[in-house]
């Protein structure tokens, strides 16, 4: 299951469960579509893979299976990248 990680890891943006701008590589490494499309170029700085949409859980299902409150930054933002 999807950890829905609640942030952008460059610019921490808040990404709900069900935000539309929430990126995620195959590490589920997770980051905003701006931060993918103007800085990152669709490739993943952590371990150089592309991204997806990240699906979006049903409301009903998240009292059952939350999100994760775990916020992962990068420590200088995409400028790490």
């Known amino acids: 299951m999807l950890e829905l990680r609640p942030n952008c890891e460059c610019c921490d943006r808040d990404l709900p469960f069900d935000s539309p701008e929430a990126r995620i590589c195959t590490f589920e490494c997770t980051f905003c579509a ?9 490739v993943c700085p952590n371990c150089g893979g592309g991204f997806v949409r990240r ?18 930054l990068k420590p200088r933002g995409c400028a790490a990248a």
């Open 55 to 72: 699906p979006i859980r049903p409301a009903s299902l998240m009292t059952k299976y939350p999100a994760s409150t775990k916020r992962v």
């Open 34 to 42: 701006a931060c993918v499309d103007r800085v990152l170029k669709g």
